[in-house]
């Protein structure tokens, strides 16, 4: 069998790893062993990230409603749960964004509920 040299897929293969670590501190911006761990670690954070930030604005968007409901009078899982019993089906987002943006119509929902 003839003998392979893979020098040049290695040198590649090593570029696309450290263009990838740029910017990192210490050793992992230039020594491919922590550079490969420090890539892994990167993916799996920022996959939790994307998690995460969904969660996060789910969490502003109940702020934001229930400060606009309370000053309508009320509480933010009253207001939820009317909205549910006569089965309005406005998001957390489209809510929040009323709330913040156009109060006049917020509170003309939140009157018409009662």
């Given amino acids: 069998m003839p003998r392979v040299k893979r020098g040049k897929i290695h040198l590649k293969r090593r570029r696309n790893i450290l263009k990838r670590v740029k910017g990192f501190k210490w050793g992992r911006k230039s020594k491919l062993k922590l550079a490969q761990t420090a890539i892994m670690k990167a993916g799996v954070q920022a996959y939790v990230g994307r998690k995460r ?3 996060d604005y789910r969490r502003l968007f109940n702020i934001k409603i229930n400060a606009a409901s309370r000053e309508a009078g009320l509480s933010y ?6 909205l549910k019993k006569n089965k309005i089906e406005l998001d957390r987002k489209i ?3 009323l709330a913040e943006k156009y109060p006049e119509i917020f509170t003309k929902i939140i009157k018409s509920l009662s």
Avoid at 77 to 82: H, N, P, Q, T
């Fill in 95 to 97: 809510l929040s964004q």
């Fill in 77 to 82: 899982s009253k207001l939820i749960g009317v």
């Fill in 53 to 55: 930030k969904k969660r």
